[in-house]
Structure formats: structure tokens, C-alpha cells
């Protein structure tokens, strides 16, 4: 408690200002004020992201996914985005459960939403690829459950990447993302699995499969991707 006589005189040099004055020590204090809540704020993200860095070195993390995700936004500082190594990250990615963490842990890290950041550095048709290569997966991985029978997601998702690497383009132009075709067709186990995704294809898009991979394939490419099947199990 202020002694009387302070109270006194902080009260006399309180109505002895001006409007402007009084506005003046108002606006900064409310700087002041401002400063310190952006510093403290900075200084949590801070250690957020120091304690986020230090689960990063251990192999298979949401952390280590995140950071291999933003590396290939930065491309190793190359023009563009190295599209092989997110696919090839989000492929090894277990479960839905654990993409989760990779999005909090990404934001953690670097203070910006993963998503959003996919959806900067992606083609719609890359996009729609990552997606459906994520809607496939288990909600949460457990190594005990048998892998024979493949779920009508898993087909959905081959045959939307199948599709979505069709729909690549080069700017204004048509093209085909072949290394999306060849990272699916390395994922489907057997022919008959193949062929089911081929049934899906139709069902989802009414287009025969085998028809729009000649017509996106060069003629000579298309028997090499063929074979990649065809030394499948049936």
C-alpha cells in the first residue's frame, strides 16, 4: 500500500495532464504491454521447438517425419519441391493416428501449418495423390493384423494415384507423373490386386485403367511398367 502523501501527488500529476498526454502514456503502455506478450509468446514457441528438435533424431518419429517433409519443401535450396521424397515420406508414415503427430509436431517446429503448406508447394494433382495415399492407411498401425486381405480403401487409394497422376500438369500443359504410377504399381502385391484396383478404377472414375495408362504412356514405357506387374504373385 502506497503511502498517502505518494497517493496524493500521483493523483494531483494525474489530473494535471492533458487528454493527449494521458492518451499518449496510455498508448504506451499498452506498447509496453504488447511487447512483452509477443516476447513471452516467442520465447515458448522457442522451447517448443528445441524440445520438438530433440525427439527428431530418433528414427521414425513424428518429429523426423516432419523435418524430412520440410526438407523437401526446401528442395536442399533448389527451385521447387522434391515431390519424390514427400511421397516417399508419407508412404512410411504407419497411421492416420501418426500423420496426425507429424502435422502438430510440424507446427511445433517451424510455427506453420503442414497442410497449408502442401497445399503451397503442391499441384492439385500431387495434392490429391498425398491425400489419398494417407485416406488408406490404418487409423492407428498394429503389427499383429494380418495383410492378405487388402480393405476397399487400399484400392481407393491406388486408383485415385493412379488417377491423380494423370491429371499432372506442366503448366498449361498436359502430362503424367510417371514416378506416381511407378511408386503404386511397386506397392500393389500381386496381380490380382492389380486387377481389383482396375475394377475400382472403372467403378470411380468410368475409365477403363489399362486404356489410360497406354494413352499416358509412351507405347514403348507402357510394357515396362507392365512387367513390374506381371513378375508379381497372382
Do not use: C
Amino acid at each position: 500500500m502506497y503511502p498517502k502523501h505518494y497517493r496524493s501527488n500521483r493523483a494531483q500529476l494525474a489530473m494535471g495532464l492533458t487528454l493527449k498526454e494521458k492518451m499518449t502514456f496510455g498508448l504506451v503502455g499498452i506498447v509496453l504491454i504488447g511487447g512483452a506478450v509477443i516476447i513471452a509468446r516467442n520465447v515458448i514457441r522457442k522451447r517448443l521447438a528445441d524440445a520438438e528438435e530433440n525427439k527428431s533424431y530418433l528414427d521414425g518419429s513424428a518429429a523426423t517425419y516432419a523435418k524430412q517433409l520440410r526438407m523437401a519443401f526446401n528442395n536442399d535450396g533448389w527451385f521447387g519441391t522434391n515431390i519424390n521424397a514427400i511421397r516417399e515420406t508419407i508412404v512410411r508414415l504407419p497411421s492416420k493416428q501418426v500423420m496426425r503427430q507429424v502435422i502438430d509436431s510440424y507446427e511445433k517446429l517451424y510455427s506453420r501449418s503442414l497442410l497449408r503448406d502442401m497445399e503451397n508447394e503442391l499441384q492439385s494433382s500431387e495434392y490429391n495423390e498425398m491425400l489419398a495415399i494417407i485416406s488408406a492407411k490404418p487409423e492407428k498401425y498394429n503389427a499383429d493384423t494380418p495383410t492378405q486381405q487388402l480393405p476397399l480403401v487400399q484400392y481407393q487409394s491406388w486408383a485415385s494415384r493412379l488417377k491423380a497422376a494423370f491429371d499432372k500438369s506442366y503448366g498449361p500443359f498436359p502430362g503424367t507423373d510417371e514416378d506416381a504410377i511407378n511408386a503404386v504399381f511397386n506397392e500393389i502385391p500381386t496381380q490380382s490386386a492389380f486387377v481389383q484396383t482396375g475394377t475400382i478404377y472403372n467403378s470411380m472414375y468410368g475409365r477403363d485403367l489399362i486404356t489410360d495408362l497406354k494413352g499416358e504412356l509412351e507405347f514403348w514405357e507402357y510394357p515396362t511398367y507392365m512387367q513390374v506387374i506381371t513378375q508379381k504373385p497372382k
